[in-house]
């Protein structure tokens, strides 16, 4: 029996990955003025990765998308958040 190359494990990681990663920046999104810094990133972080899962699972690659799309979601979310937040204290 032959393992199949360590590739194809990497467009499984990319939902996971978006979901674990946008989960933390609505975290930090909910935190004054460090959430502000931090949640930017890894929301653009969790909406990359939840893009790129769901085109994983599209083609085939990517046993599940649920995790990719509320990933993305959740990212998505969260730079909604503190782009308000953000504004409203201006």
């Given at each position: 029996?032959a393992?199949?190359?360590?590739?194809?494990?990497?467009?499984?990681?990319?939902?996971s990955?978006a979901?674990?990663v946008g989960?933390?920046?609505l975290?930090?999104?909910?935190?004054?003025?460090?959430g502000?810094?931090?949640?930017?990133?890894?929301a653009l972080?969790?909406?990359?990765?939840?893009?790129?899962g769901?085109?994983?699972?599209d083609?085939?690659?990517?046993?599940?998308?649920?995790?990719a799309?509320?990933?993305a979601?959740?990212g998505?979310?969260?730079?909604?958040?503190?782009?308000v937040?953000v504004?409203a204290m201006?």
């Open positions: 029996m393992e199949p190359p360590a590739h194809h494990a990497a467009p499984r990681r990319a939902g990955i979901a674990i989960a933390l920046s975290l930090c999104a909910l935190v004054p003025v460090v502000d810094i931090v949640s930017v990133p890894l972080v969790a909406i990359v990765c939840g893009v790129l769901v085109g994983h699972y083609s085939g690659r990517a046993p599940r998308m649920l995790p799309l509320a990933g979601l959740l998505g979310i969260s730079l909604l958040t503190t782009v937040s504004i201006n």
